[in-house]
């Protein structure tokens, strides 16, 4: 994952963006895929998908 896309969703997911997360299904499916964990909210998990890059 590009540096540049991990801020974003990072920061998006703090709220500090103007996007929201719509697609709860495609990040978790994401997040799994790279074996990050998908337990919690899709901010949390948005955070460490944003930390593994």
């Known amino acids: ?7 974003k969703i990072f920061r998006t997911a703090q709220g500090k963006t ?3 997360i719509t697609d709860k299904d495609k990040l978790y499916s994401f997040a ?7 337990i919690g909210s899709p901010e949390q998990v ?4 944003a930390d593994y890059a």
């Open 32 to 38: 799994g895929q790279l074996k990050v964990d998908t």
């Open 46 to 49: 948005a955070v460490r998908l």
């Open 1 to 7: 994952m590009k540096r540049c896309l991990a801020k």
């Open 18 to 20: 103007p996007y929201s």
